[in-house]
């Protein structure tokens, strides 16, 4: 898919270079711009889902803490097709935070007993998501205009790959039967912080959890020179997130946490969060 989004791309780009009359350039006579930009957003609907859905530390040993910035980094490199119209690509990474916590009724693994029909509870501190990020994108602006200068409007279709990064987390598994659990009366099953780290989630062979993007943004560029130019903006994106039915199960009944879990969460946290506010930089040649 990243493929023929980068083939699109260089198509229209070389049919759109023949033409060389002044309306295919931009301010001061410039045909290309990239920009290097940051993303920043704040996941309270998805923190507040996550409260409300019960998501707080049995004990101290778990941090309390809720995510307050998602981050990400862009560039982009736009080829200017009439002096308001550009066509652009970007690639980026952002870092965000996700948790689990859930009950279960049913039977685990622990070392090597089996735990059949016990229920429990399992929490989680921060989970850390990196994503990866390809769009081809067009950007336009008022009849008049000169790109990159000045207010502008930007539409994309993209996809992005999600995977859980690689370290060692905080984790709390406890039983439970029906009385205590209603109670509040969990038992911590022994060694479990020692088995969950063992047994926490296969990396190895976990899938990358693919999202499709379609983007709205609005973006404003205020010229330094003849050449730099500080751009802010805001973006609205829709999510979608394919499930188990379009992509392989890499479920594993050996690890605690399963792909679908991480897959759920990054769901859950990308349709949330909608709105996120850019700030960069544009050089125009």
């Known amino acids: ?16 270079s023949h033409s060389q009359n002044n309306d295919n350039e931009g301010y001061f006579g410039a045909k290309n711009f990239a920009t290097v930009e940051v993303l920043l957003s704040n996941p309270m609907i998805y923190n507040y889902r996550s409260r409300r859905n019960g998501n707080t530390p049995l004990n ?13 980094f862009r560039i982009n490199y736009g080829r200017i097709v009439k002096r308001n119209v550009a066509l652009c690509i ?10 689990l916590e859930y009950s279960n009724e049913g039977s685990y693994y622990y070392n090597k007993y089996y735990y059949k029909g016990m229920s429990y509870v ?17 950007e336009f602006s ?20 999600s995977k859980l990064k690689n370290r060692d987390y905080n984790l709390e598994l406890y039983q439970y039967n029906d009385d205590n659990y209603y109670n509040g009366n969990y038992q911590m099953v ?17 899938n990358r959890i693919k999202t499709y993007t379609f983007l709205y943004a609005l973006s404003v560029r205020t010229a330094i020179t003849k050449q730099i130019f500080i751009n802010y903006g805001f973006r609205y994106a829709l999510n979608v997130t394919l499930g188990n039915f379009f ?39």
């Open 190 to 206: 022994p060694n479990s912080k020692e088995f969950i780290k063992d047994n926490f989630y296969n990396y190895a062979n976990a």
């Open 142 to 161: 008022t009849k008049h205009a000169l790109l990159p200068l000045g207010f502008s409007h930007q539409i994309g279709f993209g996809v992005s790959t």
């Open 1 to 16: 898919m990243k493929n023929t989004f980068i083939l699109i791309f260089i198509l229209l780009i070389s049919y759109t």
């Open 90 to 99: 970007e690639a980026g990474i952002d870092y965000s935070n996700v948790y």
């Open 247 to 285: 992509t392989q199960n890499t479920d594993d009944i050996n690890y605690l946490i399963q792909n679908s879990d991480i897959r759920r969460e990054v769901a859950r946290q990308k349709t949330s969060n909608i709105i996120t506010f850019n700030l960069g930089m544009t050089y125009a040649f």
């Open 122 to 138: 399992l929490k989680s501190e921060k989970l850390d998501i990196e994503t990866y990020t390809i769009m081809p994108k067009v």
């Open 60 to 72: 101290k040993n778990l941090d309390e803490s809720s995510d307050k910035l998602n981050t990400g």
